[in-house]
């Protein structure tokens, strides 16, 4: 897949994938025993629409991670505009190859982003960070 037409394809755009509020809310309402600030990694984030929705629906922090820094940049900019910024760590990295503690996160959110690796491949090498009294992923 040439990255160079996708990105510049996808430049400007909200959301990098389909979704909504509602659909996020409602993915995330299935999840049970999060602690009352649990931490997310949200993976392949883009400019981060579904991370601001995150922040909404729960009292948590996010660590938002994609490879493509303009999408990153974008992240971080609506992030200062809207107060928010205390709460998201944005990280350059890829999600193939990521570089956290085991058992760091109470959620692990990719919301459309796990095919870019393999689904199979995504749940095998994350599900290392997930903190193992969680149940979310």
Same mark, same amino acid.
């Given at each position: 897949?040439?990255?160079?037409?996708?990105?510049?394809?996808?430049?400007?755009?909200?959301?990098?994938?389909?979704?909504?509020?509602?659909?996020?809310?409602?993915?995330?309402?299935?999840?049970?025993?999060?602690?009352?600030?649990?931490?997310?990694?949200?993976?392949?984030?883009?400019?981060?629409?579904?991370?601001?929705?995150?922040?909404?629906? %729960?009292? @948590?922090?996010?660590? $938002?991670?994609?490879?493509?820094?303009? !999408? /990153?940049?974008?992240?971080?900019?609506?992030?200062?505009?809207?107060?928010?910024?205390?709460?998201?760590?944005?990280?350059?990295?890829?999600?193939?190859?990521?570089?956290?503690?085991?058992?760091?996160?109470?959620?692990?959110?990719?919301?459309?982003?796990?095919? %870019?690796? @393999?689904?199979?491949? $995504?749940?095998?090498?994350?599900?290392? !960070? /997930?903190?193992?009294?969680?149940?979310?992923?």
């Amino acid at each position: 897949m040439n990255l160079e037409i996708f990105f510049e394809i996808h430049q400007g755009l909200p959301r990098e994938g389909p979704g909504d509020f509602e659909s996020t809310q409602k993915a995330y309402s299935q999840l049970t025993d999060l602690p009352s600030q649990p931490l997310i990694l949200d993976l392949g984030c883009g400019p981060g629409m579904q991370s601001f929705h995150l922040l909404e629906l %729960s009292n @948590g922090k996010i660590i $938002a991670v994609d490879n493509h820094q303009p !999408f /990153l940049e974008q992240l971080h900019q609506e992030a200062v505009r809207k107060g928010v910024r205390d709460r998201l760590e944005i990280v350059n990295a890829d999600m193939s190859a990521l570089n956290f503690d085991h058992n760091s996160f109470d959620v692990i959110w990719a919301e459309g982003s796990a095919y %870019s690796i @393999g689904f199979k491949n $995504a749940l095998r090498s994350w599900k290392l !960070f /997930l903190d193992r009294k969680s149940k979310a992923i």
